[in-house]
């Protein structure tokens, strides 16, 4: 196997990180990867916010986690599934979990909301920065929470200290640091997926 095909598939979600930070050149290597991504039309309409305070990154999960508490209260109307909706309320009310896995560095990834294909834009530069990261031993996990967070509580104070550019909105979070404890396996692939028409 190539070295690229054996980079993307022993990637995996990395939910436990020691607390030293990575190197600032891991970091640009990983960031600059994001912006290699494909965009439609080439809008490119991704913003890397780089967030390595500690207090404010643990800030940012209890507000998201009040936030997954409400539910689904808050979010009645865009909760197509109430056992998502109940699995997100324990999440919340339980005073263990640290959203973000207590990672050193978190990577907001936020598209201009006026461009139509922000999200899939976004989440390709996601995925990019995912595999690099996994390429430099870098643990990554993507999150969830923030665009809720935003949703629910516009005028949220630590949303205000990420000071994002006017007019874009988070869509995910990317979690970076070295992993600590042993490696996950990935679990078992769908089967079945693919039908060929030829
Ligand atoms: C859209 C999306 C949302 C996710 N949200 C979270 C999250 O909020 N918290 C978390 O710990 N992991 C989250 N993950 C990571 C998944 O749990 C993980 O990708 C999945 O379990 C498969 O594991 P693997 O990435 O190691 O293959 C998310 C992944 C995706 C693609």
């Known amino acids: ?37 494909p965009s439609a039309s080439n809008q490119q309409s991704w913003h890397f916010t780089v967030v390595q305070n500690e207090r404010l990154i643990n800030q940012l999960s209890e507000a998201i986690k009040k936030v997954y508490a409400m539910m689904p209260i808050a979010f009645l109307d865009q909760m197509k599934n109430d056992k998502k909706a109940q699995f997100l309320q324990k ?32 989440s390709l530069a996601a995925g990019n920065m ?18 809720q967070l935003i ?10 200290e990420l000071n994002l550019p006017e007019g874009y909105k988070p869509v995910c979070v990317i979690l970076l640091g070295y992993r600590s404890g042993a490696d996950t396996k990935a679990s078992e692939r769908r089967k079945n997926l693919v039908n060929y028409v030829k």
């Open 1 to 37: 196997m190539n070295e690229t095909l054996s980079v993307i598939k022993n990637r995996r979600s990395i939910k436990s990180f020691k607390p030293e930070q990575i190197k600032d050149t891991e970091l640009e290597a990983i960031l600059e990867a994001g912006t290699y991504a």
């Open 91 to 122: 999440i919340g009310n339980n005073e263990k979990v640290h959203l973000f896995h207590n990672a050193p560095t978190i990577v907001v990834i936020s598209g201009d909301k006026t461009e139509m294909y922000t999200a899939e834009n976004c």
């Open 130 to 147: 995912m595999n690099a990261a996994n390429s430099l031993d870098v643990g990554s996990c993507w999150v969830s929470g923030l665009p």
């Open 151 to 160: 949703d629910a509580d516009p005028d949220n104070q630590f949303i205000k």
